[in-house]
C-alpha cells in the first residue's frame, strides 16, 4: 500500500490538511463513517486513483467517506508476549485490540482476545494459594474461598460470553473523547468455565436490602500507591444473579491469560466489560449502587438522553452503561482484499445485541443503498455472539466496500454513522466495513 504513488496521491488529496495524510500513510487511522477528512466528492477521480481502481456506485458514498482501502493500513511496530497481531494502543498500561480479521474464529482464541488493563497485574500469581473474598453490608455471612474451594462446592459450567469494552469504537467520537482509541478491536468471545456469581453468594446469603455487587483485583494502580485502586466496578444484583454470570478459572478449557486475569475473573456476558473483575480477590454485595473506583463522573457513564455533541452534561444526567448495544463485525476477507468478477465473495463475522439475540444481519455492497439478509446462527448460550455469512455478487470491476448491519430482537438496528455522543467515548456501535477490489 505504501508506494510512491500513494503517497504522492493522498498527500495531493489531503492538500489542505498534511498531518490528516501523514496520519493515514504512517500512523493508524481506521475511522469509520466520519466527517473529519477532508475529501469531497470533486476528489473522486483522486480517490479512485488511490483505491487503485474505479469506483461503480460513488454516487451514493457519503461526502467525507474515507475509502476503507486507505483507513487503517499503517503497521504498529509494539507486540505483546502471547498476543501476536494484535494492535497495542498503550503499554502502560496494556492495552491492545485484536483487528477485525483476526477475530475470525467462532470462539475466540486465548491470542486473539484484546486486553484493556486500567492498573498494573499482578505477578507471581500462585493460583494455589489465590483465595476469593465475599463480603459486603448485604451479605448475610462473609467468606473466603479457595479456587479448590470453588472447584469442590460448587458445580462448574461452561458458557461461551462475549466481552466488550465499553469504549469500543471510541476512535470515532468527534469531538473525540479521551482515553485508549480502540476502533473495532475491544470485543471477543471466548468459552468460560467456573461457577456461577449466583451460587457462592446464595451461599453466603444475599440479604433483601441488596441491590448491587462491587469487585476489587489484585492488580495495583499505576502511580504505585497502594492505597489507590484503578478500577472496582459491579453490576445490579439482577445481573449478578443471571445462571451465566461467572466466577471464571478457565478460558477455552486453559488457564486465564495473564493479562486477561489469571487466576480467577468475573465474565458478566453482554455487558460492558468493565464489569468483569480480572484477578478476582473480593466481591461485595451492596445495599446501595456499588461506589468503587470508575462508577462515578463520566466513567463507563452515557447522558441518560441523548446530548448535542461537545456538551457539559451535569453528574445527575449521566447513567450508568449496563447491556451493550447490537453491533458486528466482518471478520472475512480482511479489508483491502482483490476478488475476480464473475464469482461470489461470500463473507463473514459475527453479530451481538448484549442482554438481547441479534435477529437479522444485513450486508450491502453499494454503500447502504440496497441490503441482502446474510445467514445468522443462533446464539450457543445466552450473551454469545452469532455467526453470519453473506455471499456477494459484484456487477463489474471497480472498489467496493462491504457493510454489515445487525439488528436486534427489539428491532433496533446499528447505526450507519456515531450514534449518541458521549464526553468518554462510550457505546460507539455503527457499521463494521470493508474494502473490496473487483478485478
Ligand atoms: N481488575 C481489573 N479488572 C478489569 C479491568 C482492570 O483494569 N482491572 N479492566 C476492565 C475492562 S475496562 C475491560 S473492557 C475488561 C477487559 O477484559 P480483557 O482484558 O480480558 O479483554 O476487563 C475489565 N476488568
Ligand atoms: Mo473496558
Known sequence: MKDK???????????????????????????????RGFLKKSSLLAMSAIVGAHIPFAENMPGGLIPMAI???????????????????????????????????????????FVRNNGVPPTNVVPDEWT?????????????LS??????DFKAYTYQLQLE???????????????NQWTFGAVGCP??????????????????????????????HLSGDPNKISISRGVPIAKALEDET?????????????LNG??????????????SGKWLKRIVIRNKVHDGEKMMGDSYRVPCEPVAPGSKVLDDKMCIIESMPVKSIITYPQTGISHSLGEKLVFRGHAWAGDLEVKELYVSNDFGATWVKAELKSPVNRFAWQHWTAAINFPMKGYYEIWARAVDSQGHSQPMVVPNWNPKGYLNNACHRIGVTVV
Open 5 to 35: 504513488q500513494l503517497q504522492r496521491g493522498i498527500y495531493e488529496l489531503y492538500a489542505n490538511d498534511p498531518e490528516r495524510a501523514d496520519q493515514l500513510l504512517w500512523g493508524r487511522q481506521v475511522d469509520p463513517i466520519t466527517r
Open 71 to 113: 483507513a487503517g493500513t499503517a503497521d504498529e511496530p509494539l507486540t505483546i508476549p502471547g498476543k501476536p497481531g494484535l494492535v497495542v494502543l498503550e503499554d502502560r498500561p496494556i492495552n491492545a485490540e485484536t483487528p477485525a480479521h483476526l477475530l475470525d474464529d467462532e470462539i475466540t482464541p486465548a491470542n486473539r482476545l
Open 132 to 144: 476469593v473474598a465475599i463480603g459486603g453490608e448485604s451479605c448475610e455471612q462473609s467468606m473466603t
Open 147 to 152: 479456587i479448590a474451594d470453588l472447584k469442590r
Open 165 to 179: 469494552c465499553g469504549g469500543n469504537g471510541r476512535s470515532a467520537f468527534n469531538p473525540p473523547a479521551s482515553g
Open 191 to 220: 468459552q468460560w468455565t467456573g461457577v456461577r456469581l449466583k451460587d457462592v453468594l446464595e451461599k453466603c446469603g444475599i440479604k433483601k436490602d441488596a441491590v448491587y455487587i462491587g469487585y476489587y483485583g489484585a492488580d495495583t
Open 246 to 258: 461467572l466466577i471464571a478459572w478457565a478460558m477455552n478449557g486453559e488457564n486465564i491469560p495473564q
Open 262 to 275: 489469571h487466576p480467577l475473573r468475573l465474565v458478566c456476558g453482554g455487558w460492558a466489560g468493565s464489569t
